[in-house]
């Protein structure tokens, strides 16, 4: 079966302050597809990433850098410098080869305080 | 038109009433669904549509009746609904349907069932 696990419920930073948001996930698929999404208070998810399972290099764009390591099963995405604009609830997800079904994981809520 | 729209944004609806919810993309994509979130939750995967016809139905009850009228436009009707289908329902689309494709959502619908 296939699981996302966001641990991190709310996060809460000051302005400028970096900020990691952590992803685990569980799957028997050798080949998937992982996922960031944000959902801004006007309610629609926007897309951030995708990682491909065979594709472990780190990318970074602007402010923001994502960290995915087979090893620990792991997906992790960093801002760096918050803004307030950053705050949001983030949603790490995944879909197997096979598309029809993306999983989400829970959720992290970040504010990021003036 | 990189947009997902919904209409209406808002809807209050009694037990009894029969009411739509509208769904369109212009971007040319062939898979569009439904979800349901509820508060401080996660999407839940309702239905999915590719190339007009009914891919996936997860279980949701007859009272949801979904309908893919041509390959922009995706309805969601409602009938007999109960005061805990008051949720947020988006709509997304993506290229197709395989695993590796983002998904692009609407702002949603809030309904609130009374």
């Known amino acids: 079966a296939q699981k996302v696990t966001q641990a991190q419920t709310e996060i809460s930073v000051v302005e400028k302050e970096d900020v990691t948001l952590d992803c685990v996930y569980e799957t028997r698929d050798t080949t998937y597809y992982l996922f960031w999404y944000k959902q801004p208070p006007s309610g629609e998810l926007v897309f951030l990433i995708r990682r491909n399972s065979f594709d472990e290099q780190n990318e970074i764009s602007g402010r923001y850098s994502w960290n995915f390591q087979k090893s620990t099963s792991s997906f992790n995405f960093t801002i760096t410098a918050s803004q307030v604009v950053d705050s949001a609830v983030y949603f790490c997800?995944?879909?197997?080869?096979?598309?029809?079904?993306?999983?989400f994981g829970a959720g992290t809520r970040l504010f990021v305080k003036a | 038109d990189t947009e997902v729209t919904q209409t209406p944004k808002h809807l209050v609806m009694g037990m009894t009433n029969k009411k739509s919810l509208k769904c369109e993309q212009h971007?040319?994509?062939?898979?569009m669904y439904w979800y349901k979130q509820k508060a401080k939750k996660p999407p839940e995967l309702m239905f999915v549509y590719s190339y007009e016809k009914l891919s996936i139905n997860e279980s949701v009850p007859s009272r949801f009746s979904p309908e893919c009228p041509n390959s922009s436009l995706l309805n969601l009707h409602l009938h007999a609904l109960q005061p805990e289908d008051s949720a947020l329902y988006l709509c997304a689309s993506s290229t197709g349907l395989a695993g590796y494709n983002e998904q692009f959502f609407g702002p949603g619908t809030r309904l609130t069932v009374l």
């Open positions: 971007m040319g994509h062939r898979a």
């Open positions: 997800a995944l879909s197997g080869s096979g598309g029809f079904k993306t999983i």
